[in-house]
């Protein structure tokens, strides 16, 4: 079964809103990594957040973590028609080993 | 900078055919990765191997062999293909140890008939 399930399934917004994507997860965790899929392309690491931060920026991207309540979050400020993609969590559960488990994603799609 | 090359990028197969999927990265990485992926399933691991000499199955290894060739080299086999195993697919690789971020290839879309 899947480690991570993203919510909305899917998200439209207007060039320069915000667009939040949350992930939750059901077992302890190392990491979670957010990524992004351009349509018909590989997967592109976004962010790391180890399981002992809570929060973590890289450029305009925001990621929180919540251990408590096994969730995450993907905060895209300022959005730009580039950003129209799918989104994936994955993580790397506790006792796992060296493997990533990802979600369902949320397709993203950012309008002129 | 090549990263992870995936061979070939589109195949179409009749049922029962075989087939083996090249992946090579050129990171030096430890780890390396098949995953497919299907519509509203997101990236389902196949297998992997944690490092040169070592691989383990992940969440989908049935009607799948793979080979850890040397460092750079990791390919998966299908050796009597079926219509369920239509997908893509996705090699990547990374570090190794505490898993990092992964590199992916570009992928290969196939086709079962």
């Known amino acids: 079964s899947q480690q991570g399930e993203e919510d909305p399934q899917a998200l439209s917004i207007q060039e320069g809103e915000n667009a939040t994507m949350n992930c939750s997860y059901k077992?302890?965790?190392?990491?979670l990594q957010w990524y992004r899929q351009n349509s018909g392309r590989g997967l592109v690491h976004l962010i790391l957040?180890?399981?002992?931060?809570r929060e973590k920026h890289s450029g305009r991207l925001r990621v929180t973590l919540d251990t408590s309540k096994k969730s995450s979050s993907l905060l895209i400020t300022a959005s730009r028609a580039a950003d129209t993609a799918s989104y994936f969590c994955?993580?790397?559960?506790?006792?796992?080993?060296?493997?990533?488990?990802f979600g369902t994603g949320t397709q993203l799609k950012v309008e002129l | 900078n090549a990263g992870v090359t995936q061979t070939p990028k589109f195949q179409v197969l009749k049922t029962g055919q075989s087939m083996t999927l090249q992946c090579a990265q050129d990171?030096?990485?430890?780890?390396m990765y098949w995953y497919r992926q299907d519509p509203g399933m997101g990236l389902r691991l196949i297998y992997y191997?944690?490092?040169?000499?070592?691989?383990d199955k992940g969440e989908v290894p049935n009607g799948y062999n793979v080979s850890r060739l040397n460092k750079r080299e990791f390919s998966l086999r299908l050796e009597s293909a079926a219509p369920s195993q239509t997908s893509v697919y996705f090699c990547?690789?990374?570090?190794?140890?505490?898993?990092?971020?992964?590199?992916f290839g570009s992928g290969t879309q196939l086709s079962v008939l």
């Open positions: 191997s944690a490092s040169e000499g070592t691989t």
């Open positions: 994955a993580t790397v559960f506790t006792g796992g080993g060296n493997k990533l488990t």
């Open positions: 990171m030096n990485h430890n780890s």
């Open positions: 990547a690789s990374s570090e190794g140890g505490q898993i990092g971020k992964l590199f």
């Open positions: 957040i180890r399981s002992n931060e």
């Open positions: 077992t302890s965790i190392n990491n």
